[in-house]
């Protein structure tokens, strides 16, 4: 499969525990995104690399959430003492940016958090 | 930022009819609008995008139709089929910031 892929599909933790999910991008690229979807919502932006350098990051993005990819090719996310409000699903998209142009994301399955 | 929305929130059509979804958009510099499909436990897939320096976009049985005046873009389905059932989000970004901002999303059922 060379599609995005993320690990684990589900985590269940309790409340004040930390998590870390992993993403691994298409080869070829450069770019890697995290958003996070609630139900009935769409995603939402939560950050974004290029290589390995994290570019930009939302306001959703509260001190409790931290994000690597420190050799431009996989990242992690990892959520410090975790609340109920941050269960949700956790998409990892990448692109590959080129020159002059708007690039094309494409998604991983997920990684479904559920705090209890 | 951008604020990107769907309408209408549900659709339901007959097997064969079309389908229409549209969304607005509210920053004049968004200049990519992609459409994703998704269905229930899986990924978001890309089915269609379109830019800014082209109106209208086909792909077999699946068009976008973009209206950079009125800031807002459609998603053409015809002869709608089971397995076109799903959510679709639509989402806008522009060049200098990469992040897609997505709509709520459009659960359309396609009655066999």
């Known amino acids: 499969d060379t599609g995005v892929s993320q690990d684990p599909r589900h985590k269940i933790t309790k409340r004040g525990q930390n998590v870390t999910f992993r993403c691994d991008p298409i080869?070829?690229?450069?770019?890697l995104y995290w958003y996070r979807q609630t139900l009935g919502q769409g995603p939402e932006f939560l950050t974004y690399f290029q290589n390995e350098a994290q570019l930009e990051k939302s306001r959703l993005l509260s001190d409790r959430f931290s994000a690597e990819r420190p050799k431009g090719s996989f990242s992690t996310l990892e959520i410090q003492r975790t609340e109920q409000g941050d269960s949700a699903m956790y998409l990892c998209?990448?692109?590959?940016?080129?020159?002059?142009?708007?690039?094309?994301?494409?998604f991983g399955p997920g990684t479904r958090l559920t705090v209890l | 930022g951008e604020n990107v929305e769907q309408h209408p929130s549900t659709l339901s059509v007959q097997e064969g009819d079309s389908a229409v979804i549209k969304c607005t958009y509210s920053d004049s510099a968004s200049n990519y609008f992609p459409w994703y499909k998704q269905e229930l436990g899986k990924r978001p897939q890309l089915i269609i995008d379109i830019r800014s320096n082209v109106g209208e976009k086909k792909d077999q049985r699946i068009a976008v139709t973009l209206n950079k005046t009125a800031k807002h873009f459609s998603l053409h389905i015809t002869e709608t089929q089971p397995e076109d059932s799903a959510v679709y989000f639509c989402?806008?970004?522009?060049?200098?910031?990469?992040?897609?901002?997505f709509g709520k999303g459009n659960q359309v059922v396609v009655i066999p």
């Open positions: 080869s070829e690229h450069n770019r």
């Open positions: 998209a990448s692109s590959f940016r080129a020159a002059g142009s708007t690039d094309t994301q494409y």
């Open positions: 989402a806008a970004s522009r060049d200098g910031n990469n992040r897609l901002a």
